[in-house]
């Protein structure tokens, strides 16, 4: 949302890039909107009608749980599939990539350079055709130079970065935002539409917004139920 040279030209970016099948690797502060962009692309990939699938990083970190929830299990004949296989064909999306640990990081890679996996306690390679959007608030380079990230996997992810901006770098949206949120806790919360001055206006684009849009949706619904 929002009608600035920021966001037009963001959203073009983006439109741009989802027309390819490259991994892109989503950059930004947290509550500035890496997941909505991801969907956003996603929806206008030729992979559209496909799955769209979210995952965290930190839950996929050690063990075999984690490798159930990213790959899936076979036992006795019975079938759980992973994230991966949700994903075939359509998108998945990683949120906060730099969480994943080594172990995680080596398996990922292998199944998605070679397109295939094995399912925990499975005998037959799964194929399949995922797209890759990581996200992360991390600065990736450098989590490589400390070693705590692989190299291979940051240049993979890393063809095609996209940063989004914090919303004080767009303040000028802060009024279709406000807009936007009053009407959707209107509809779904039952709360009183109630307007904005100008002096309120003023005040919000002058916030420094640390918690970027996350914060103003929040800041929205406090001051409906209070105001």
Do not use: C
Not at 40 to 49: C, K, T
Not at 124 to 131: F, G, K, L, T
Not at 148 to 172: C, G, S, T
């Amino acid at each position: 949302v929002g009608d600035s040279e920021v966001m037009v030209n963001l959203r073009d970016s983006a439109r741009r890039i989802a027309n390819h099948h490259t991994w892109v690797l989503l950059t930004g502060e947290p509550g500035s909107g890496k997941r909505n962009l991801a969907r956003y692309m996603h929806a206008h990939s030729p992979r559209r009608d496909a799955p769209f699938v979210g995952v965290a990083a930190g839950s996929l970190a050690g063990g075999n749980t984690a490798a159930q929830e990213l790959f899936g299990s076979e036992q006795d004949g019975h079938v759980v599939y992973g994230r991966l296989e949700q994903a075939n064909n359509g998108t998945l999306f990683i949120d906060e990539i730099a969480d994943l640990d080594m172990n995680a990081q080596v398996r990922l890679l292998s199944a998605l350079t070679d397109q295939q996996f094995h399912r925990l306690g499975g005998t037959e390679p799964v194929a399949v055709d995922v797209r890759i959007l990581a996200a992360t608030r991390t600065d990736l380079a450098g989590e490589v130079r400390e070693g705590r990230f692989r190299e291979d996997l940051y240049y993979q992810l890393n063809v095609v970065p996209l940063r989004i901006p914090p919303l004080r770098e767009h303040p000028e949206d802060i009024p279709q935002l406000l807009e936007l949120y009053v009407a959707h806790y209107s509809a779904t919360e039952n709360l009183p539409r109630r307007p904005f001055s100008e002096a309120a206006l003023e005040r919000l684009r002058a916030y420094h917004w640390p918690g970027n849009v996350r914060e103003l949706k929040n800041l929205v619904q406090r001051l409906l139920i209070l105001g």
